[in-house]
Nanobody, 120 residues
Framework: QVQLAESGGGLVQAGGSLRLSCAASGRLFSNSAMGWFRQAPGKERELVVGIRWSGSGTYYADSVKGRFTISRDNAKNTVFLQMNSLKPEDTAVYYC?????????????WGQGTQVTVSS
């Protein structure tokens, strides 16, 4: 069983930055992947970024390439999402997820979500 806890959301003006953290408790296998999803009101949840828990391998949605960066600290069982040049359309609830099926999922474990609001 893996439990995930996100932090770092908030309100920021367009063009600003936020850093989200996701702390995982429990065992993450070497072939695990972790991802950040987001869900805006009236829209489906979408995978924004993903990273393999060991080795190389990342995924970025086209909408965030060049602006968002995912990284991990294996020693602390934590994944980070650095979000720069934020836009109002980035406003959503952001969820951390973990799974063993690979970066593109499906994901088995989910955090409770953290709100990110970008004002224009």
């Amino acid at each position: 069983q893996v439990q995930l806890a996100e932090s770092g959301g908030g309100l920021v003006q367009a063009g600003g930055s936020l850093r989200l953290s996701c702390a995982a408790s429990g065992r993450l296998f070497s072939n695990s992947a972790m991802g950040w999803f987001r869900q805006a009101p009236g829209k489906e949840r979408e995978l924004v970024v993903g990273i393999r828990w060991s080795g190389s391998g990342t995924y970025y949605a086209d909408s965030v390439k060049g602006r968002f960066t995912i990284s991990r600290d294996n020693a602390k069982n934590t994944v980070f999402l650095q979000m720069n040049s934020l836009k109002p359309e980035d406003t959503a609830v952001y969820y951390c997820a973990a799974g063993r099926a690979g970066i593109l999922g499906p994901y088995e474990y989910w955090g409770q979500g953290t709100q990110v609001t970008v004002s224009s």
